[in-house]
């Protein structure tokens, strides 16, 4: 196994995609997952999937809730040894059609949320000896048109995490992170607001320049999270791993 069994487990966006992936992997293992997101039925639905899945709707970007979601995972369980910061938010957003509040949005989710998280799970994983995984992007490393402010944002969660990893490693923390390719989660019609036929155009798009030939599947993304949550990820901090089929190379 990855992990060992019993351990306190967050993981923001833990509802769909790539977060119910490795909630069920983490739990399936035997650890305790608190999940959080923004939508009741959603997240019910991912609890009914395992007896230690625990629920809390959250907005990722709220100070306060960021608090609140510590505090849940602490009263429950009574430590914490993982926090994966995977909630995410984007847009098709050409320059031409840029507004602050729109940037602000991104910002909020992507870089704001897990510095919010991180702060208020700092003194329990430290007590743990405990490690924080940054969901980022292939576009947080490679430039692209119209996503100019998520790839900003993902960059900037890339680099936050080196400079945590710097920063808490003698507290015993470790900081990683991964930059996952397109996968199959439905942020294309969600997230990224596209419709469904814009979205099938994009996904075959995607294809042709993935050198594998194929889009992710959540699991792809969460079977890593559970190693660099693992004991045999002991001696890594700092870094950012891509799990994208090549597309970083294209």
């Known amino acids: ?22 909630a069920l992997r983490f739990a399936n293992q035997g650890n305790k997952v608190l999940i959080t997101g923004r939508r009741a039925a959603a ?8 007896q230690n899945i625990a629920g809390l709707i959250a907005d990722t970007a709220s100070a306060e809730d960021a608090g609140r979601t510590i505090t849940e995972a602490i009263s429950r369980w009574g430590r914490l040894d993982t926090l994966v910061n995977n909630a995410g938010a984007g847009a098709i957003l050409p320059l031409s059609d840029v507004a602050a509040e729109r940037i602000a949005d991104i910002f909020s989710v992507n870089v704001v ?24 992007s292939t576009f947080g490393h ?82 890593w999270v559970l190693q660099l949550a693992g004991p045999a990820s002991q001696w890594i901090t700092g870094q950012v791993l891509a799990v994208d089929g090549g597309l970083g190379l294209a």
């Open 43 to 50: 997240i019910e639905k991912t609890m009914a999937e395992h």
């Open 1 to 22: 196994m990855n992990m060992q069994e019993n351990k306190v487990v967050i993981i923001t966006g833990g509802s769909s995609g790539i977060g119910r992936a490795a």
């Open 113 to 136: 949320g897990p510095s919010l998280l991180a702060r208020a799970a700092l003194p329990h994983l430290q007590s743990t000896r405990g490690t924080i995984i940054n969901i980022s």
């Open 142 to 223: 490679r430039p692209a048109a119209g996503l100019s402010h998520y790839a900003a944002s993902k960059a900037a969660l890339e680099h936050l995490t080196r400079c945590w990893a710097l920063e808490l490693a003698p507290l015993g923390i470790r900081v990683n992170a991964i930059a996952a390719g397109p996968t199959e989660s439905g942020a294309l019609t969600g997230m990224m607001g596209l419709s469904a036929d814009a979205a099938e155009a994009v996904k075959d798009e995607e294809r042709a320049r993935i050198p594998l030939g194929r889009r992710g599947v959540p699991d792809d993304i969460a079977r």
